[in-house]
């Protein structure tokens, strides 16, 4: 689809009108009809608003024109609800929601990152041994471990990461290992709605967001296993039978 296409149709599924759409991304009304006609297209700094008004990433504006692809794990960047965010919302196409989160990069440790990449190539059809040498190949030639030292944080958000483990471990839920890893894990695949004892139920977390967490068995067996999730304001245990079924909250609490 060419991006004159995409606006109009962005456009017209918000509910809005030439003028009402130009007055928002501050330009003329002729201005977003040269666009819907394919006589011009919006310069680079309209394409950022317009990817912020239409909560769509600069990329898919244009109709999709290259393939993206993370610069740090390699994983194909095919919908806009897989790629990261900056602080403030917008898209960074560079990466994936579970490599850079909120304005950080979560991933300083390269074979930690293929660690956690290797189960889900498996499932793919890969031997974990393939997988491992695909990963240790592919990884140097993507941007982020080319560029290492120039864009990592030298280590803070790992400290920050070791401190929440510190926190978790310190609260002795019972049944629950010790924690020794913590995997950056987007919101839409692990917010799980609770039953209150109001007979309610609620979700704690933002589709939108990444946070970090991971997944534990019990140590007195049984089918349910402990769920860890955390970020910077809370730490919440859960726990839940095979694919998130059944869950109940053990704890939430402010940090």
């Given amino acids: 689809m060419e991006t004159k296409d995409v606006l109009k149709n962005l456009r017209e599924k918000c509910g809005l009108t030439q003028e009402e759409l130009a007055q928002r991304v501050l330009v003329t009304r002729q201005a977003v009809s040269r666009w819907e006609t394919g006589e011009t297209q919006p310069n680079t700094d309209t394409l950022m608003l317009l990817s912020k008004e239409f909560n769509v990433s600069v990329n898919t504006l244009l109709g999709s024109p290259r393939p993206l692809i993370c610069q740090c794990c390699g994983m ?3 919908e806009d609800s897989v790629i990261s965010r900056e602080k403030d919302g917008s898209f960074n196409e560079d990466y994936c929601q579970w490599c850079y989160a909120d304005g950080n990069y979560t991933y300083s440790d390269m074979d930690n990152l293929i660690d956690v990449c290797i189960p889900h190539m498996v499932k793919e059809g890969f031997t ?11 990884l140097p030639k993507l941007d982020y471990w080319k560029r290492y030292e120039e864009l990592s944080d030298n280590g803070e958000f790992e400290q920050f990461k070791q401190q929440l483990i ?3 471990n310190e609260l002795h839920i019972e049944g629950m290992p010790k924690v020794k890893k913590l995997n950056a894990l987007v919101g839409s695949y692990v917010n799980l709605e609770y039953p209150l004892p109001s007979g309610m139920s609620a979700k704690f977390l933002n589709d939108d967001t990444t946070y970090l967490g991971n997944q534990l068995e019990n140590e007195f067996g049984g089918d349910r296993c402990f769920g860890v999730l955390a970020n910077m304001d809370f730490i919440l245990i859960c726990t839940y039978e095979a694919d998130g079924k059944n869950p109940e909250l053990v704890l939430y609490k402010k940090r």
């Fill in 76 to 78: 194909p960047l095919s």
């Fill in 128 to 138: 974990e041994e393939q997988a491992r040498a695909f990963m240790k190949e592919q």
């Fill in 166 to 168: 510190k926190e978790i």
